[in-house]
């Protein structure tokens, strides 16, 4: 047997797993965002009708979804910059050598990451809540009128997106933290000899050394955080005055609550193109990133 047919053997138990939990259920899925397949059709299959694209393209028509997208686009664009900036911030922070505890830190910090998203967003509804929450308390000592956090459609996004960078942002930190540590400390050195000042190190020697890091934590953030669904669900059920419906929100509204299966598959399927749209621009940028 030769060293090809020996990895493919051993691969093969992977292989028909995946093929048999992800690459049927997803080619199924797409089978029924072409047709109106509802709750009709889930009591008597002969309901069933084949009507290709028209999901696609009612629901590009549909306000309801531009709306969630908005506001998922709305969630990435902020959501994104401040989780990768906390998570670099906080890398750098681990890695100085005035740094105490190390190791404490790093477990505490990334503790969020390794708990159930339900059970903390139930306790940060309780933290924002108007009338007894730990934030408004705060807001209090500092003369600040309560905020109603999860009530008013201007407050809802952004704290389900604080709520989302600190619940996410101990993922990349240990990313970027494995990075520091892995770049020679004698270009640090070297630099201190030429009388740089720590910020021409930082931009000159650590920023350039954790490009390929960054893009990668960038690229992963991005895919997450356009899968926004859990946070909103539990937090606000996509109000007020769905102001914190996204795409995924609204796939599942679709699919379980209106039961209109074939238009939730056709929401999945949009979703997966426009997050493979901006992960090939987001390659291609970091491309011509390390060309330049």
């Known amino acids: 047997m030769s060293q090809r047919q020996a990895a493919w053997l051993f691969l093969a138990p992977a292989l ?11 080619i199924g899925a797409f089978g029924l965002s072409l047709t109106d397949y509802d709750l009709y059709a889930l009591a008597d299959l002969r309901n069933l009708r084949f009507i290709g694209l028209h ?40 890695n100085s050598p005035l740094a105490r505890c190390k190791a404490w830190f790093r477990t505490a910090l990334f503790a969020p990451v390794v708990t159930t998203v339900v059970a903390v967003a139930v306790v940060w509804r309780y933290l924002l809540n108007t009338k007894y929450g730990w934030a408004n308390e705060a807001l209090g000592w500092i003369c600040i009128h309560p905020v109603d956090w999860l009530g008013d459609p201007h407050w809802a996004m952004p704290a389900i997106i604080l709520f989302a960078v600190w619940k996410n942002f101990g993922y990349n930190m240990i990313i970027l933290l494995a990075a520091l540590q892995a770049t020679p400390p004698e270009l640090y050195e070297a630099a201190r000899i030429d009388g740089a000042s720590a910020w021409r190190q ?19 953030t991005v895919a997450g955080y356009f899968q926004l669904f859990a946070e909103p669900y539990v937090m606000t059920e996509g109000g007020p005055l769905q102001s914190t419906t996204s795409v995924l929100y609204l796939m599942y509204d679709e699919g379980f609550k209106w039961w209109n299966l074939g238009s939730a598959s056709a929401i999945a399927f949009l979703l997966f193109a426009i997050m493979f749209a901006v992960t090939l621009l987001m390659l291609w940028l970091g491309r011509r990133g390390e060309e330049a």
């Open 16 to 26: 028909l797993v995946l093929g048999a939990f992800f690459l049927l259920p997803a």
């Open 55 to 94: 999901n696609y393209a009612a629901l590009l028509q549909r306000r309801e979804f531009w709306a969630a997208l908005g506001h998922t686009l709305y969630f990435v664009s902020v959501g994104v910059p401040l989780s990768i900036a906390a998570s670099l911030g906080t890398a750098l922070l681990l």
């Open 202 to 220: 930082c931009r000159h020697i650590t920023l350039p050394m954790l490009g390929p890091s960054l893009w990668m934590v960038a690229i992963l």
